[in-house]
Each structure stands twice: as structure tokens, then as C-alpha cells.
């Protein structure tokens, strides 16, 4: 049974960073694509980046803009996605999910890809 639990969120000014960590277990394989996604109480849940934790290429939502970046550590079994020049905007849930068994592909975003997911972590960004 895959679980994954995040941490890393909290309150920052406009202009700072966070760092969010997901860290996964349960995986029967090596090959998995994994995702961070994210979602306010007025929008659906949308994609922010995606990754393989078998390798292959990485994703990122448009809107993201080179502002964030998804990595992931093997031996930690631990996915991170760094946040930097936040933006109010940028204010969410944010949720880790997974894939497995599947390559990441530019079809990457669809929740509905997704079947496992952890519980979120809350990001909020002042102004």
C-alpha cells in the first residue's frame, strides 16, 4: 500500500521559499511518476510539476514560470518541491500524489492519473 505523508508548509512573506517534502513508501516498483498538485477553496486541483522516480523527463505547470522545482531523493524515499519568489497566488493546499508503475509523459497534469495522495500541506503567502 503506497502512503504518502508531506510536511515542509507554512507562512511566508511575498518574495520568500519553502521547501515541501513528500515522503513515499509502499512502492512495488522503481518506476513511478509522481506529482505535486495544489488547490484553493474557489479552484480545482491543478498540476505543478511532476517527476519519475525512475528517471525521465520533468514537468511543470506554466504558471509556475521557473519559480519552483521538483526533485526527488531515492535513498529517502523523499519527493521536494523547492517554492522560491512566492507570490500570494501561490497561496494553497498542497498535495503530493502518485503514480505507479507509469513513466511521467506531457500528459502528466490529469488528477485522474493519480491514485494515491497524500494528505496536503498548507501554504500561505502575505503580502
Known amino acids: 500500500q503506497v502512503q504518502l505523508v508531506e510536511s515542509g508548509g507554512g507562512s511566508v512573506q511575498a518574495g520568500g521559499s519553502l521547501r515541501l517534502s513528500c515522503a513515499y513508501s509502499?512502492?512495488?516498483?522503481?518506476?513511478?511518476?509522481m506529482g505535486w498538485f495544489r488547490q484553493t477553496a474557489d479552484k480545482e486541483r491543478e498540476g505543478v510539476a511532476a517527476?519519475?522516480?525512475?528517471?525521465?523527463?520533468?514537468y511543470y505547470a506554466t504558471s509556475i514560470q521557473g519559480r519552483f522545482t521538483i526533485s526527488h531523493d531515492n535513498i529517502k524515499n523523499t519527493l521536494f518541491l523547492q517554492l522560491s519568489s512566492l507570490q500570494p497566488e501561490d497561496t494553497a493546499t498542497y498535495y503530493c500524489?502518485?503514480?505507479?508503475?507509469?513513466?511521467?509523459?506531457?500528459?502528466?497534469?490529469?488528477?485522474?492519473?493519480?491514485?494515491?495522495w497524500g494528505q496536503g500541506t498548507q501554504v500561505t503567502v502575505s503580502s
Open positions: 500524489a502518485a503514480r505507479p508503475r507509469y513513466w511521467c509523459d506531457y500528459d502528466w497534469s490529469p488528477i485522474s492519473k493519480y491514485t494515491d
Open positions: 517527476i519519475g522516480t525512475g528517471g525521465g523527463a520533468i
Open positions: 509502499g512502492f512495488k516498483s522503481n518506476t513511478n511518476c
